[in-house]
Every structure is written in structure tokens, then in C-alpha cells.
């Protein structure tokens, strides 16, 4: 029994370690890298281009009569919606920050992406046969 166990066992071993992966890695291409390099791009530079949009519209409204008049400064009518239009679109313009990182890291992901021909060995009739096969290559610099 003991034997028939290390057997089953060596036997498992050899197959998963020759075995190749039938499913296929969900690894992105070089354009798939580019388009969500592009689409970051796009969001950052709308979120950019709408806080600075919000900014300018709270600087442009008017500031409306006087509520309360302190001795420091006064406070105005529209005083609220100001803020909130400066808060907003500083909060939407520090918002795209992260995306143009990312879509700096997924342009250099792009580049550092290519297609080569890489061979392997295959045992077919009990042989070893030598294929090349198109593969993915990924430079990462140290």
C-alpha cells in the first residue's frame, strides 16, 4: 500500500510539473496597456480641465449683499456657494492626480512590452522536438 501511495504521489508530481496551463493568463498586450494608458489620460485631463472650471465659476459669482457685518470682514450672500464651488473643484483637480500617475505607469508598462519568438522542448513519439513559439516579453528595470 505504502508503495502504490508514493507512486500515486511521484506520478501526480511528474504530471503537474510537465503539464502546460490550459487556460489562458489574463496578461494584457502592448495596446491594451496603451488604451487604458489613454483612457486615464482622458478621465485625468477632464477632472483637471472641471475643477478648474468649478474654480473659475466660484470666482466669477458675484458675492451678493451683505448678511452680517463683522468687524474682520464681512459675510456675503453667496459666501456658501463660493466655497463650495473652490472645494469642489480643488477636490476634483487633486483627483486626477492619481490618474495621470496611472496612466504614466500604464504607458511605461506599454513600452517595456514586446513580441519575440521563444523555444521550447516538447516530447512528441519519443522524441524531443524543438518549437519556437510567439511570447510576451516584460523588461522590468531594477
Known amino acids: 500500500m505504502k508503495k502504490f501511495i508514493v507512486f500515486a504521489m511521484l506520478l501526480i508530481i511528474a504530471t503537474a510539473g510537465f503539464?502546460?496551463?490550459?487556460?489562458?493568463?489574463?496578461?494584457?498586450?502592448?495596446?491594451?496597456?496603451?488604451?487604458?494608458?489613454?483612457?486615464?489620460?482622458?478621465?485625468?485631463?477632464?477632472?483637471?480641465?472641471?475643477?478648474?472650471?468649478l474654480i473659475l465659476t466660484g470666482i466669477i459669482i458675484p458675492k451678493g449683499e451683505i448678511i452680517r457685518d463683522n468687524f474682520w470682514s464681512p459675510d456675503y450672500k453667496n459666501d456658501g456657494m463660493k466655497s463650495t464651488f473652490y472645494f469642489i473643484g480643488t477636490l476634483s483637480m487633486l483627483g486626477s492626480i492619481p490618474f495621470f500617475i496611472s496612466s504614466h505607469h500604464n504607458k511605461k508598462m506599454a513600452a517595456s512590452l514586446s513580441l519575440k519568438k521563444e523555444s521550447f522542448s516538447l516530447i512528441h513519439n519519443s522524441s524531443l522536438v524543438y518549437r519556437t513559439v510567439p511570447s510576451l516579453s516584460l523588461k522590468i528595470s531594477l
Open 19 to 53: 503539464s502546460q496551463q490550459t487556460k489562458s493568463s489574463t496578461a494584457f498586450a502592448k495596446q491594451d496597456y496603451l488604451q487604458k494608458s489613454k483612457n486615464r489620460k482622458k478621465v485625468a485631463q477632464i477632472m483637471l480641465g472641471g475643477g478648474a472650471t
